[in-house]
């Protein structure tokens, strides 16, 4: 079998971290691929060199979507056709012409409502018209691939011609260097102002994100003479950070936010936390909850979408729209040191399942089986 992998619209972020591991853990013998190639435009130097992997460069001019709408469908298929026996479509947004393909459920937003109106005009209609292209595309593959099952669940309770599709649901691994043995959980007293107790929050400034909630529920502990610092990590929404920037600055006496990290950067700041918040209401696989999990930290979580489906018994929960419920939440794992330990283990023994290795197994067993019973008799 050969099989093509259309990543085209993968350039950054989860999208690439996720296809590196796919292709650094296949074993092409287990699933008898003789190659694989690889369609990109100017990411393609992300991707493992091997010898079963066939890199091959699109020519466009400019790759805007309505460009690759148009190189997938006219071009590609002809090329899949000519050349391969099934295409893998990642990025989950993808039109072929008569061409069997397995496509990937990565994104949420389009799928939630309530989560697009958090936006503006302009991106509330982005969103409508990739739920409209993404309907689509599922509609027409020859498989799905889920990474949770809650979005399994949720998209395709919602559309019959996308519940009639073979799926399956593998969830992202986490990269070793995250993991760390969980710490002992010292008493908020053993804390001050020159040694805060470190709250970290990892994730791109957004308007589904909710950082400017923590912030308020982080000033009030503060005002309440605790010596907490929250730690704000990832890049940004330029609208979302300039509603924020006030708030920043108002709060810069305990809040600091460092922007985009690299990976190595990263890690270096799960190691410094002393507790992790993840706030968000809006996501497929959080990755970076896996993260911080494999990193030993005792978890404050959003109850929203699939967290507690990924962190389970192993974390306390809040509603990360309400400033109360994050303060109450903040404010009883700081003052219980034997409950953030207990919840640390936890989560770190639960992170050791999410390997890239099984994923990459789960993913291509999926190919494989979709490949052999509603493609191979076909072609």
Known sequence: MIVGIDATNIRAGGGVTHLKELLAHLNPEKHQIKKIILWGGRNLELFPENKWIEKRRIKLKKEWFICLIYWRYFVLSKKVKNDCQILFNPGGSGLYDKVPYIT??????????????????????????????????????????????YAAKSIRSRYRSVAKKPFTVAYHGVNSRFKCEPRVQMPIAEYNDKKPFRILYVSIINYYKHQDKLIEAVKILKENGMPIELHLV???????????????????HFVKYWGYQNYENIQQHYQKANMFVFSSTCENMPSILVEAMSAGLPILSS??????????????????????????????????PKRREEIAKKANMYSQSYLWGKTANETFDFIQKVYNEEVKNVI
Do not use: V, W
């Open 303 to 336: 109850h929203y979408g699939p967290m507690p489906e990924i962190l389970k018994d192993a974390g306390d929960y809040m509603d990360p729209t309400n400033i109360d419920s994050i303060y109450n939440g903040l404010k009883k794992l700081i003052l219980c």
């Open 104 to 149: 990937m459920s990565q994104n949420m937003l389009p799928f939630e409502e309530k989560e697009r109106k958090r936006f503006p005009l302009f991106q509330q209609l982005r969103y409508i018209l990739l739920l409209l292209f993404q309907k689509l595309s599922f509609s027409r593959a020859s498989g799905i691939l889920f990474i949770s099952n």
């Open 234 to 252: 990832g890049g940004a929404n330029k609208s979302e950070l300039a509603n924020l920037s006030n708030q920043l600055k108002k709060s810069e």
